[in-house]
């Protein structure tokens, strides 16, 4: 697979590390070591985690949603600034807001499907962000 080579990709690429980081801490936090030396993690937390997997976004508690959330936030501002910095002349700052509204708020199928494979936020902004851009650019 062809990356693209670009400032935002890599930072982007960067805080999905740190992510992904912070949640394998977290899950060999949880490892219980067997009598034959095997980590493996509680029966309870596997069962938790495969119920929540098959929970669509919607339908999660609120603390669940903003356990996301938090890793949304990760690199929100980062997109945020992007589409900033990217807005055609005539376009005030202020506007970005009202836009990223306007990218949460649509293709809702779509995003359950995303959520559903656990990928929702990353790769939905990053499509979006692309629509986005090449639209203003039209």
């Known amino acids: 697979m062809e990356y693209p ?3 935002l990709f890599e930072e982007l690429a960067e805080i999905e590390h740190q992510r992904w980081g912070h949640w394998q801490r977290y899950m060999h936090s949880k490892l219980i070591p067997n009598e034959r030396g095997e980590l ?3 029966t309870l937390l596997v069962e938790r985690w495969n119920n929540q997997i098959d929970i669509p976004y919607q339908g999660l508690s609120e603390k669940e ?3 996301d959330r938090d890793q949304v936030m990760k690199y929100w501002n980062l997109i945020f600034e992007t589409i900033e910095n990217a807005l055609p002349d005539g376009v005030e700052p202020d506007e970005a807001e009202t836009i990223m509204k ?3 708020a649509k293709n ?3 995003k359950m499907a995303l959520a559903n494979e656990r990928i929702y936020g990353f790769n939905f902004c990053l499509r979006s962000i ?3 851009l090449n639209s203003l650019k039209k």
């Open 40 to 42: 493996v993690l509680p």
């Open 130 to 132: 692309g629509d986005l």
């Open 65 to 67: 949603k903003d356990s």
């Open 5 to 7: 080579k670009n400032k």
């Open 108 to 110: 809702d199928k779509e």
């Open 102 to 104: 306007h990218i949460s």
